[in-house]
């Protein structure tokens, strides 16, 4: 297993940035796959963002893409999502998690772990 704990939410107001943090355990941490999602009040849970567990790969959602950036030190077993230009509608929970395909491009279902989701809300 790969536990996940997400950290870093909180209330920004539009315009603003944070940045996530989500800290895995274990020696095979570097050998996952990583994505953010975000699950908004009535709404799926959607795909954000994906790094490849090497070669530095990344994919963003269009709703987020030249405003979010993912990355991730395996030294340290942590993703960080850093989200800047943020709007209202950016406004979820936010949810990391890890699976061992290669596939960028996964759906919500790909993935094997998750964590327990931190709340950000961006105010008008």
């Known amino acids: 297993q790969v536990p996940l704990v997400e950290s870093g939410g909180g209330l920004v107001q539009a315009g603003g940035s944070l940045r996530l943090s989500c800290a895995g355990s274990?020696?095979?941490?570097?050998?996952?796959?990583m994505g953010w999602f975000r699950q908004a009040p009535g709404k799926e849970r959607e795909f954000v963002a994906a790094?490849?567990?090497?070669?530095?790969?990344?994919y963003y959602s269009d709703s987020v893409k030249g405003r979010f950036t993912i990355s991730r030190d395996n030294t340290k077993n942590t993703v960080f999502l850093q989200m800047n230009s943020l709007k209202p509608e950016d406004t979820a929970v936010y949810y990391c998690?890890?699976?061992?395909?290669?596939?960028?491009?996964?759906?919500?279902?790909?993935?094997?772990?998750w964590g327990q989701g931190t709340q950000v809300t961006v105010s008008s």
């Open positions: 998690a890890a699976k061992r395909s290669p596939a960028l491009t996964a759906p919500a279902g790909a993935y094997d772990y």
């Open positions: 274990g020696r095979t941490f570097s050998s996952y796959s």
């Open positions: 790094h490849s567990w090497s070669g530095g790969r990344t």
